[in-house]
């Protein structure tokens, strides 16, 4: 079956196919262990605007981000660093 035959069934029975870049980005096991995040919009005072926060439920690892929607790239980019710096000591 092509991408266009597909196409064509996905519309045919109501479906919509999502493009390869809106894809969701499943987030990393934190290096504890723990899969579990909360994630929050909290207002930080150093850059006097909103941001989302996303923090481990067992060990506390945070980071920050403006913006919603690159949250779980910048997640798993901090676990990789991370564990490379864990690895390195």
Not at 21 to 37: E, F, L, P
Request: hydrophobic share 30%.
């Amino acid at each position: 079956m092509t991408l266009e035959e597909l196409k064509a069934e996905a519309k045919k029975q109501g479906y919509k196919l999502l493009p390869l870049n809106k894809m969701y980005i499943k987030m990393a096991m934190c290096t504890c262990g723990c899969s579990r995040r909360t994630t929050s919009r909290v207002y930080d005072i150093d850059k006097d605007a909103l941001v989302y926060k996303v923090q481990c439920k067992w060990c506390g690892f945070t980071i920050t981000s403006p913006t919603k929607k690159g949250i779980n790239k910048k997640w798993n980019k901090a676990i990789e660093e991370k564990k490379a710096n864990e690895a390195n000591n």
